[in-house]
């Protein structure tokens, strides 16, 4: 009987570690969401340093519609589900623009997310192929 050889190495963890990032950006752009909707004293910024007209309740719905699809996906990317790399990819961008463009309201938060986003990305487009290869999916 011949042994299969597994193509993953220790790298897959990153993928694994940018599932649980990925639940923690969808936490906390769950949480900005809020804070726009309910407390919009909160927020640091100017709307003069916005880079867009939007008011802050849509700022709000657009963080928690975000943060709501990362909070979900990412147990997802966890479980090793196929589709899940490619969404990820795809919110680990649009979380990055997002934070882009709010970065005048709330500077801190936008750097945060831009880099955790980036470190996301990374993790699922450079290491994505060996967690497929390790369990087959």
């Known amino acids: 009987m011949e042994i299969e050889e ?11 570690f940018g599932g649980v990032l990925l639940v923690l950006l969808g936490a906390l752009h769950l949480s900005v969401g809020l804070i726009a909707l309910l407390r919009p004293e909160f927020i640091a910024g100017d ?3 916005l880079l867009t007209d939007l008011p802050l309740t849509a700022v709000g719905w657009i963080h928690i519609a ?5 909070l979900a ?9 196929s589709w899940a790399r490619s969404v990820t ?10 934070n882009f463009v709010f970065l005048g309201i709330y500077p ?9 986003s980036l470190l996301i990305a990374w993790a699922v ?3 994505g ?7 087959g999916k």
């Open 66 to 70: 975000v943060g709501a699809l990362a």
């Open 47 to 49: 709307r003069a340093d």
């Open 89 to 98: 990819v795809g919110l680990a961008v649009l979380a990055a623009v997002i």
């Open 108 to 116: 801190v938060w936008s750097v945060i997310g831009i880099a955790l």
């Open 129 to 135: 192929d060996e967690l497929a290869g390790a369990y």
């Open 73 to 81: 996906t990412g147990p997802c990317l966890i479980r090793n589900l």
């Open 6 to 16: 597994s193509r993953a190495t220790g790298w897959i963890a990153w993928v694994l």
């Open 125 to 127: 487009v450079v290491h």
